[in-house]
């Protein structure tokens, strides 16, 4: 099954950038302000993106300044059975940060748009962490001709 995969590092401690993988505020400040749920092992966080759809993520692992696993328990079929990893390791006075949005069913133009728009939003997370003030959906950058 194919991966995507990423790597940032992100001038901030392995905590800060925890806080924002964790909480409502943190997820509303850099993937879409229209974050709803509780930051813990076994709740859903529901993700909304107004007229391009809606998105739920089940957390399975939580490992404090290091780890966190979701699982999509609902969003755009290709997703289906997929799960998130964001893994984070202190260097220097950065954290670098590992994700992985892993078991695609297959590799599809759907998925290379995805693997774009991790980008863009893994860059929005960055800047979110580093500076407060990030790039949530609505206020992404748009990469297709439809407007997302």
Same mark, same amino acid.
């Given at each position: 099954?194919?991966?995507?995969? /990423?790597?940032?590092?992100?001038? &901030? +401690? ?12 943190? @997820? %509303? ?37 290091? /780890?966190?696993?979701?699982?999509? &328990? +609902? ?12 893994? @984070? %390791? ?59």
């Amino acid at each position: 099954m194919p991966d995507i995969l /990423h790597k940032v590092a992100i001038k &901030a +401690s392995p905590a800060e950038t925890y806080k924002a993988l964790t909480t409502m505020d943190g @997820l %509303a400040g850099w993937w879409t302000t229209d974050t709803k749920g509780e930051g813990k092992v076994g709740s859903l966080i529901h993700f909304r993106f107004a007229d391009r759809g809606a998105i739920d993520m089940k957390i399975a692992e939580l490992d404090a300044d290091k /780890h966190v696993l979701w699982e999509v &328990a +609902s969003g755009p079929d290709a997703w289906g059975g997929s799960k998130l990893s964001f893994d @984070l %390791a202190q260097d220097d006075d950065f954290t670098i940060l590992l994700f992985k949005h892993k078991d695609w069913k297959e590799a599809s133009e759907f998925m290379h748009h995805c693997s774009t728009k991790w980008a863009m939003f893994l860059m929005s997370l960055k800047a979110f962490v580093e500076t407060g003030r990030g790039a949530p959906f609505p206020n992404d950058v748009h990469i297709s001709n439809k407007g997302d």
